[in-house]
């Protein structure tokens, strides 16, 4: 058998995105809008759907939300080229209006491609279209910032950079919980996912526990480093038995 590479299976999939007229807004669109970053990146940003600067471009990301998200994943001590960026949907809604159900479905599986390939240590969801993708029970406002773990990936609901163009409050909440996201990551790296509690709200509202950041990163235990990031996103965080002592308190909800 053929091995197909990651950058084959990535270029046919952007072409079938492109070329994609599964719901109606491929009638409106002037660029589907893929998304963009190594195949390898630890974190996966997953945005609403294209504006009118991206849909130009057929970029994500690249009107003044966008800039305000570049500020934030340097905030989180990233660089922008070594994440991956997407969004719920691939084409704009007209005026940008929010996405319907039936469009959110007809790209749903393009995103399970996405994340399947690029298979993140971390996803950030953005706003509250691509945070209902897991926690369609729950409001923003009440999780942002807080990682989740949810089979085996670490998911972090973050507010949508553009909710703090109009609303100046959610700026420093944003910057605050990107900064978290730097902690977050040093603990999923560390391949501690494996002694995390699975999310219990994935679908039903209930109590979130504490937030983890009740802990500041450096009374947390040392880790043992993993051989590899994508060692540390395996169940067992790579390093085969559970950790025991210490390390078994639950760091992702
Ligand atoms: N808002 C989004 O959700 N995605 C983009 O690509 C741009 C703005």
């Not at 589907?32 to 471009?57: K, S, T």
Request: hydrophobic share 40%; net charge negative; glycine share 8%.
């Amino acid at each position: 058998m053929i091995a197909v590479s990651k950058e084959e299976r990535a270029r046919e999939l952007y072409e079938v995105i492109r070329a994609c007229r599964m719901c109606a807004l491929a009638e409106t669109r002037t660029h589907a809008v893929p998304g963009e970053g190594p195949l390898d990146a630890e974190v996966m940003f997953i945005g609403e759907a294209p504006g009118l600067n991206e849909d130009r471009q057929g970029r994500p990301f690249v009107g003044a939300a966008g800039q305000f998200l570049s500020e934030l994943i340097a905030e989180a001590g990233l660089r922008r080229e070594d994440v991956y960026i997407c969004n719920v949907l691939k084409c704009r809604p007209p005026g940008n209006r929010d996405p319907l159900p039936g469009e959110i479905e007809a790209c749903a599986e393009y995103l399970d491609l996405q994340i399947d390939l690029v298979d993140p240590l971390v996803i950030v969801t953005l706003g509250r279209f691509s945070m209902a993708r897991w926690f369609p029970q729950q409001t923003i406002s009440r999780i942002h910032g807080r990682p989740k773990e949810v089979d085996g990936r670490i998911i972090v609901p973050m507010y949508h950079p553009a909710a703090a163009l109009h609303q100046g409050a959610l700026r420093q909440v944003l910057i605050d919980d990107f900064r978290g996201l730097r902690a977050i990551l040093e603990r999923a790296r560390a391949g501690l996912t494996a002694a995390a509690a699975p999310a219990a709200d994935t679908a039903a509202a209930g109590t979130p526990p504490e937030r983890p950041s009740a802990t500041p990163p450096a009374q947390q235990p040392a880790a043992p480093a993993p051989t590899s990031p994508a060692a540390a996103a395996a169940p067992g965080g790579g390093s085969g038995a559970a950790p025991a002592g210490p390390q078994q308190i639950p760091l992702f909800e």
